[in-house]
């Protein structure tokens, strides 16, 4: 089968790569670039384990054929610690105990970060709406939108 | 008790590795000439297996090998308590989650590609899609079972029909649970590395239950178990549910890895997880409960049919905790239980956070709710006077004078915290106008948890640990029970700093390793807590000697008693650091390194009478939950949710919270959206994945759930906790149900779960009418 | 990993009428692909089909405001509709209905077009376009053409599009400040949820209260989108009693036996939609509503 080219900027280096015309994004990051931080869990675009940033919104890697990372700016859970806001997010998961068996963090913490770079003001209840696309199983979530809402506290502040 | 670091909210240690993407889970392992594997499932819920054609697949590219049950070098069948389950079909299927043949292959495309062309023959046989049509059917899914039954646990007390006689109200009712899934995040994945100097395999991935696995392991691929080394990798959720399918996928990737010398990966998608996994038991319940004029319960009398699917698994344990805790936390002379466990052709069911015990809560508070109606006292008021109290005789006949019972103290504040009482009368209020559409209401529920396996298990319920203590003290500990999210590890670290009494920055968790952390049994049935304390209390004891042993070469025979606590060690007129000890300890060629041990103590229960001590400590649970029921469309908002525990002492009370949370909002789910869903003709299930199986997202949990906890250190657990795990998630249902029942204006109404929209439209349908509503 | 024969990104409209006459066999027009990734995963029904993947085209992500029209690119996200501020003021019940689709996510890779090509009678939007008379633009042959948004449906998941036409955007027609809306969704939870029924409502009344304009449908209850002109002159020319109001709500709720026939589900949505109807009509009606 024909090889497709993508050249695209992922947690700010650039790839020029080879990919299968039926690889998802998610295939591409987690199986061609190794980076296994972005999650599967459902593959159907449920549940926002899988969720990465594409050209600053927040997307379901695994409803994204690969085909659109051409010319895209992506980003992945692996970049958020040398991100200011993912960094905060990170450190706010910890400190509000909004992880347990960690599989949804990542991500929730790009849904958060998404949501946060476009709307830094967010209201608890737009924090919630934001993160609506995520499952998590362990947390029953509260503790989780007092994590985001704590990072976004903590950035406005800065 | 002063205590240093238990009951101190230290953060989790895996929290940082979980936040950056780092923390790696069973299928984000990469090795050099990995193989990939995919598994073919069965065609039939229940056939014959007559033979398995693999030629086709075998000839595709990249396919290295084709395994089915024929391989399989020993025993063929597994099962933690009860053999009879197929790793790989050979010569029958029992349900359409059976595989009857993995491939492997260079590539996961590859795998996926050629097991499409994997045929057999079979021959069908009639599918028993439900437990009535499998009592009565002439098959017999395993010849053990005649009527396919494969457990009854009975508990009884009393003279039920005298009690019924004595009463003045009896209320008959039935109820109704559905299949849950555990839907953790992460689908199951484990990778099987072989050693290239012995048959010895190296297993990772996601499972629970690890010394279970290596029993089975040991059992089917005729491998030492000295060199099967099973290592979990962190776990993306289990509830119960990463143990037999994990254990399962194991083999079959054992088999291939010692079949072609290469590691192996197998990876279930989302739909082969819900497909193959076994699930919480849908519960039918026949219930009949008496109380006298005044309020007194008298008697009760249960019946219960669960569906175990095509093979024993939990089921009989999963019964013995419905029949023995089925009757809740309540005082009661007589008492009736019997839970009947049935074999079917549908998937099979077993373990899942609260074992049996939610679905008979949401039978029996909804069926007290009618009584206390008819009786005309609110649900509290009626708690109020049927709850145990100290020395209270429990429902088994368990006379409960060893530690607090709190349940009655738990009841007054989830009700005070929800508002319970003034509501409950406004609310009753308010919903007799037939023109208000949208209505509330409110429930409260309340549960004994039994702590560890209980006396079903009496005298197999061990852990263990090793402790030791390097040259620089620092203390590394190795425990077989596995982080599933939880926070377990890291309340286990806060307990060996404490029995070790040293500053909690000394220790560190090793990461599972059965190689390395002593047999232990499962971390399961909300046994971590009181089992793996009991053994760190017991290896801190052994290591504290030999540091001893190492001071009284020192220091004299005469030394006195030693006290090791806060990162000091005091003796005679001494003051010295844990540091200065441990070195004095290798100074004297001495090795500060033990295996604690812990076996919870046998109780007396007598099972042919269902009479008796159940188990050896409990737990007390009460949750209360307010809804809102829009009788013109079925829907059911929940407003908040109040889940108030003791589970003894809070080893780390931030964590306990994130328990309660998530508990509160599986239960939830458990109410009013999760269903399998399954067809008793085929034995299909009809929801594969998150689109059609509903969890709860964060908008319909309600952001103001309150977790509340009571402490009263359990005097038979060595650090003074029991569990939180199961008991968190245990009464919800049960109270979200009250709740709806009470908004719809009739307790009991809705008794099958769960109730989505249709199911609560119909029940207001029939109770106010079609066509009565005034349009004003 | 998804399997189809060959993956084309286009650019523009020149480049996807290029790519198509080249292709030989089968095409997929990929506009998002929320419903179709999900649909290729099942099993191995794309293998011999080209994928065109047309949501990198630019002319198809805009929406402009001409003089009685929005025209929405058919490439143009869930989300972008659901927080444009032309289609929130010209189109408000669309913009609603973009927002509820499934989760941010989602709506943000997914578009109107493909959700139109996808035809689930589940789709969101399709309740709104179909009480706001939109229209589609087709290139088909390398002919452009308005039609009817009922036109190009035939069934569940059905349309009479070919694999190469191009549904180039919706032309909706602008509702004046004064017309009032309703978008209900009824769903099992309040995110990620697919409808189970959607109803779509659009009135205006004059200065005296009687109605100038009403348009009521229901989404995910018939195989196509359906637009009712008689339930419309139930209230047209009236100042709505509540019998009015009742006389409608029965009416509409009629509809789905009459048209969908008996199923099982309509012993739920005959009598929900009933009662919805009639709440949502004396919210919007309100204070004007006469004895």
């Known amino acids: ?158 | 008790m002063k205590t240093y670091t238990i009951g101190k909210s230290i953060g989790r240690i895996d929290a940082h590795a979980k936040v950056t993407g780092r923390a790696e889970f069973g299928a984000d392992i990469r090795l050099p000439d990995l193989l990939y594997l995919k598994g073919v499932y069965s065609q039939y819920a229940h056939a014959k297996l007559l033979a398995v054609h693999t030629q086709q697949a075998e000839n595709m590219p990249g396919v290295v090998c084709v395994v089915t049950g024929q391989d399989i070098p020993g025993e063929r069948m597994i099962g933690e308590l009860f053999i009879d389950q197929y790793p790989l079909a050979y010569d029958k299927v029992r349900y359409l989650g059976d595989v009857i043949a993995v491939v492997a292959a260079d590539t996961q495309e590859q795998a996926d590609a050629a097991a499409k062309l994997v045929t057999a023959d079979y021959e069908p046989l009639p599918v028993l899609g439900s437990p009535r049509v499998a009592m009565e059917s002439e098959y017999l899914i395993n010849e053990e079972y005649p009527g396919n039954i494969c457990g009854e646990v009975h508990m009884r007390k009393g003279d039920v029909e005298k009690g019924f006689s004595e009463s003045d109200v009896v209320v008959k009712t039935n109820f109704r649970s559905a299949y849950i899934e555990h839907a953790y995040l992460e689908p199951e994945s484990v990778t099987v590395i072989p050693s290239p100097m012995r048959p010895e395999l190296t297993i990772l991935g996601s499972m629970q239950a690890p010394y279970n696995a290596r029993i089975s392991l040991h059992r089917t691929l005729n491998v030492p178990m000295s060199q099967i080394i099973l290592r979990p990798s962190t776990v993306g959720g289990s509830f119960g549910g990463k143990i037999e399918t994990a254990e399962a996928m194991s083999i079959r990737a054992g088999l291939i890895a010692l079949k072609t010398g290469r590691p192996a990966q197998y990876t279930l998608t989302r739909e082969e997880s819900m497909r193959e996994s076994y699930k919480r038991h849908p519960i039918e319940f026949e219930m009949e409960i008496g109380a006298t004029k005044d309020g007194t319960l008298k008697s009760m009398r249960i019946y219960s049919i669960s569906d175990g699917g095509a093979y024993t698994n939990m089921s009989p344990p999963v019964a013995y905790k419905t029949a023995t805790l089925g009757a809740g936390p309540y005082r009661l002379d007589n008492v009736d239980v019997t839970a009947t466990a049935v074999l079917t052709n549908n998937n099979h069911t077993g373990s899942m956070r609260g074992f049996g015990v939610p679905q008979a809560l949401f039978a029996l508070e909804n069926t007290l709710d009618q009584l206390a109606e008819k009786l005309d006292m609110s649900p509290t008021e009626f708690k109020r006077k049927n709850l145990l109290k100290n020395n209270d005789t429990s429902p088994a006949g368990h006379v409960l004078d060893f530690h607090e019972v709190s349940v009655l103290s738990l009841l007054e504040k989830a009700a005070a915290e929800l508002d319970f009482d003034r509501k409950f009368t406004q609310y009753k209020q308010e919903n007799k106008d037939p023109n208000r559409r949208i209505r509330r209401g409110v429930g409260i529920a309340v549960s004994m948890r039994g702590v560890s396996i209980g006396a079903d298990g009496n005298g197999h319920d061990v852990s263990r640990i090793l402790i030791e203590v390097m040259q620089d003290a620092s203390v590394h500990a190795n425990l077989g029970l596995v982080e599933l999210g939880q926070g377990l590890r890291t309340c286990q670290m806060q307990m060996v700093a404490e029995g070790m009494g040293v500053n909690v920055d000394r220790v560190t968790m090793g990461a599972t390793d059965t190689s390395r952390s002593p047999v232990t049994g499962a971390c399961i049935a909300s046994r971590g807590t009181l089992l793996g304390g009991g053994a760190t209390l017991d290896a801190c004891k052994r290591v504290h000697a030999i540091l001893v042993e190492g001071l009284q070469k020192t220091y004299g025979e005469d030394i006195g008693p030693v006290v090791f606590e806060n990162d000091r060690v005091l003796f005679d007129d001494h003051d010295l650091s844990f540091v200065e000890v441990v070195k004095n300890c290798y100074g004297a060629n001495l090795t500060p390194m033990a295996v604690g041990t812990y076996s919870v103590p046998i109780t007396n229960w007598d099972p042919k009478k269902g009479f008796g001590e159940p188990f050896y400590t409990y737990s007390y649970s009460c949750q209360a939950a307010e809804v809102e029921v829009d009788l013109d469309v079925g829907s059911v908002d929940v407003i908040k949710m109040v889940g108030c525990h003791d589970m003894g002492r809070a080893i780390n009370p931030v964590l306990v919270h994130g328990q309660i949370y998530g508990g509160l909002a599986m239960a939830q789910g458990m109410a009013l959206s999760e269903d399998v869903g399954h067809d008793s003709k085929t034995g299909a299930l009809k929801n594969l994945n998150f689109s059609g199986y509903l969890l709860p997202t964060v908008l319909d949990v309600p952001d103001t759930n309150v977790p509340i906890l009571e402490e009263h250190p359990d005097p038979r657990s060595a650090f003074g906790g029991r569990s939180i795990g199961e008991p968190s998630t245990e009464p919800g249902a049960a109270a979200i149900t009250c709740a709806v029942n009470m908004a719809l204006g009739k307790p009991g109404m809705i008794h099958e779960l769960p109730y989505d929209l249709d199911r609560v439209f119909a029940a207001a349908q029939e109770l106010w009418g079609e066509d009565d509503v005034e349009i004003s | 990993m998804l399997k189809f024969r060959d993956y084309i990104r286009v650019e523009s409209k020149a480049e996807y009428e290029k790519a198509i006459a080249s292709i030989e066999g089968p095409v997929l027009l990929l506009a998002g692909g929320s419903d179709l990734l999900v649909q290729a995963r099942q099993d191995d029904r794309y293998e011999d089909h080209t994928v065109v993947d047309i949501f990198g085209i630019e002319e198809l992500r805009t929406i402009e405001d001409t003089e009685g029209h929005l025209v929405i690119g058919a490439c143009v996200t869930h989300e972008a509709i659901a927080q444009s501020l032309l289609v929130n003021r010209y189109a408000p019940i669309l913009a609603e209905a973009a927002l509820s689709v499934g989760s941010v996510q989602i709506r943000n890779h997914s578009s109107i077009g493909g959700n139109l090509a996808n035809a689930s009678p589940a789709a969101d939007t399709l309740a709104p376009l179909a009480v706001l008379n939109a229209e589609v633009v087709i290139l088909k042959d390398g002919i452009e053409s308005v039609v009817p948004l009922a036109e190009i449906f035939e069934g569940p998941y059905k349309t009479n599009l070919g694999d190469r036409d191009l549904i180039v955007s919706v032309r909706v027609p602008k509702l004046s400040a004064d017309v009032r809306h309703d978008y209900t969704k009824v769903g099992r939870r309040k995110a990620l949820s697919i409808s189970r029924m959607t109803i779509a409502t659009l009135l205006q009344t004059d200065e005296n209260g009687v109605v100038t304009r009403f348009d009521m449908t229901m989404g995910a209850t018939f195989p196509c989108p359906m637009t009712f002109p008689d339930i419309s002159a139930m209230l047209v020319g009236k100042r709505p009693t509540k019998e009015d109001i009742s006389e409608v709500a029965r009416a509409l709720s009629a509809k789905i036996p009459e048209i969908a026939g008996i199923r099982a589900s309509t012993r739920y949505k005959q009598p929900v939609c009933r009662r919805l109807s009639v709440r949502i009509l004396q919210e919007l009606i309100g204070d004007e509503q006469h004895a």
Not at chain 1, 19 to 28: F, K, L, Q, S
Not at chain 1, 38 to 50: F, P
Not at chain 1, 86 to 111: H, K, R, W, Y
């Open chain 1, 1 to 158: 089968m024909r090889k497709i080219n993508l050249t695209f900027t992922l947690n700010g280096k650039p790839y020029d790569i080879e990919a299968n015309p039926g690889a998802r994004m998610i295939d591409v990051i987690r199986d061609d670039l190794g980076l296994t931080g972005t999650k599967e869990g459902c593959s159907v675009g449920e549940c926002g384990a899988c969720t990465v940033i594409l050209n600053g919104d927040a997307v379901a890697s695994c409803m994204v054929l690969a085909g659109s990372m051409q010319g895209a700016d992506i980003l992945t859970i692996e970049a958020m610690s040398e991100l200011k806001l993912g960094n905060l997010l990170q450190e706010s998961f910890v400190e509000e105990d909004a992880v347990q068996c960690g599989f949804c963090t990542p991500g929730f913490i790009m849904s958060a970060y998404a949501l946060l770079k476009k709307n830094p003001d967010a209201t608890r209840q737009e924090i919630r709406e934001g993160v609506a696309g995520n499952l998590c199983r362990c947390t029953g979530y509260i503790q989780i939108v007092n994590a985001i809402e704590n990072a976004a506290h903590h950035m406005r502040e800065e």
